[in-house]
């Protein structure tokens, strides 16, 4: 059997469809995800759960899979994690994206595509 999966499949879980949520409305990151697929209408908000609740030194992936208006991840309210130390842009575009690393103490943006 021919195994077609890329190492960042591997990486993030999709090897195995593990950690991968596809999402149309509000939602809070769970930390069993790793890869969350936008495919909603509308304005919305992916609100990160803290980092000490999400596997210390693992990455998730927010992609914009389809749908229109523009999805804003936020950080949780209230609290010391309340304030992002990433910017906060909206995910409006199919293809737009966030790479997020939590480090056990902090989410960091590793890499985002906004339009």
């Not at 190492?7 to 069993?32: C, F, K, N, Q, W």
């Not at 936020?74 to 790479?99: E, I, N």
Request: aromatic share 8%; net charge negative; proline share 4%.
């Amino acid at each position: 059997m021919h195994n077609s999966h890329t190492s960042r499949d591997i990486m993030t879980g999709a090897e195995s469809a593990v950690g991968i949520t596809s999402v149309s409305a509000a939602y809070t990151v769970l930390p069993t995800d790793r890869v969350i697929n936008l495919t909603g209408g509308g304005t919305y908000t992916v609100t990160l759960c803290s980092p000490s609740e999400f596997p210390a030194g693992k990455h998730l992936h927010i992609h914009k899979a389809g749908g229109t208006g523009e999805v804003t991840v936020s950080t949780p309210t209230g609290g010391l994690f309340a304030t992002p130390v990433f910017t906060v842009d909206g995910l409006t575009a199919a293809g737009d994206y966030k790479l997020l690393f939590n480090t056990g103490f902090d989410w960091i943006e590793i890499k985002e595509q906004t339009t």
